[in-house]
């Protein structure tokens, strides 16, 4: 292992420690200190928190039907599949935006599924001239990046549901009475201790009352840092590469203060599903590397090379 990659492990399992230090201590105070329900920026951050899950994983989708050719040995299989499910993720894109935006009852499956065909017909038309090389080497950071958010995510719901921590907005406290009763520290496991009747608020359930350990927003953000892998397949973006750690660094900070700020999660949430994220990024990353050492030659050399890689 290189000494700087040493150097940052280092530093963000130091800043992990400290942060988690203060939120076990503080988490209620941070989050009565921020907390504003109608506050603008909580609320932007809120609302995009798991847009990568949608955004990425259509086009991942588009990736990976561009990047199977004729001489693939099941490509009759293949092919189609990758079709359908380049549709699935439009369909799913859409139903996110609509389901975080819009409420327009039955109408939210008519809108969703004719954009759907929209974003399919213009991701195939658009692309349909494409060097299909490209799309084998982008396939392969597609492939990190699902691989990743299907492993955060995965991870994250699970333990949603085991520790059913209750979200500061829901408490007595942030609602103009006095109290602070359903809080619990990120240590206590909640499962089977919550109060399903609180899931109904004016009339609506609200399946987030009970979600808040660990954010799913902070784990979604952080599995874009699965992407660096993509200064290693184009050297053309090797100067880039700073940006591909600082973005996706930036947007996990400011989606996690919104998510304190909306009450909808406290300093550890968001620090838990942050570490989940980027232990899923570079962990497949580096799996997945290893799996395709003997498949892809520019992994073997560190460098990119025309023609090298092999579909």
């Given at each position: 292992m290189k000494k700087g990659t040493i150097v940052a492990a280092s530093v963000l399992a130091a800043v992990f420690v400290a942060l988690i230090s203060v939120g076990t201590f503080f988490d209620l105070s941070i989050s009565r200190a921020l907390y504003d329900g109608q506050n603008g920026f909580g609320r932007f951050f809120t609302h995009f928190a798991e847009a990568p899950t949608y955004f990425v994983t259509a086009l991942s989708s588009l990736v990976l039907y561009r990047s199977i050719g004729r001489k693939n040995k099941l490509y009759r299989y293949l092919k189609p599949a990758?079709?359908?499910?380049?549709?699935?993720?439009?369909?799913?894109?859409?139903?996110?935006?609509?389901e975080e935006f819009f409420s327009e009852g039955g109408m939210n499956y008519v809108y969703a599924a004719v954009f759907a065909l929209f974003l399919f017909s213009l991701g195939f038309l658009t692309t349909r001239k494409a060097d299909r090389e490209v799309f084998v080497r982008l396939l392969i950071a597609a492939t990190v990046f699902l691989a990743t958010t299907i492993v955060a995510q995965g991870l994250t719901e699970l333990v949603k549901y085991l520790w059913s921590r209750q979200a500061y907005s829901t408490l007595a406290?942030?609602?103009?009475?006095?109290?602070?009763?359903?809080y619990t520290p990120w240590y206590v496991v909640n499962l089977g201790n919550n109060n399903p009747d609180f899931l109904v608020y004016d009339g609506e359930v609200q399946d987030y009352f009970y979600r808040a350990f660990p954010s799913a927003g902070t784990a979604s953000y952080a599995a874009l840092l699965s992407l660096t892998i993509l200064p290693e397949l184009f050297p053309q973006a090797k100067k880039y590469?700073?940006?591909?750690?600082?973005?996706?660094?930036?947007?996990i900070v400011l989606v996690g203060l919104g998510g304190i700020i909306s009450g909808r999660e406290y300093l550890t949430d968001v620090v838990f599903g942050a570490a989940i994220g980027v232990l899923a990024s570079f962990g497949l990353k580096a799996l997945l590397k290893k799996l395709w050492k003997k498949r892809v030659p520019f992994f073997q050399t560190g460098e990119a090379q025309d023609n090298e890689v092999t579909a």
């Open positions: 990758a079709l359908v499910l380049f549709l699935a993720a439009c369909y799913l894109l859409r139903w996110w935006f609509v406290c942030a609602n103009g009475l006095v109290g602070t009763d359903g590469e700073p940006f591909f750690y600082a973005v996706p660094g930036a947007l």
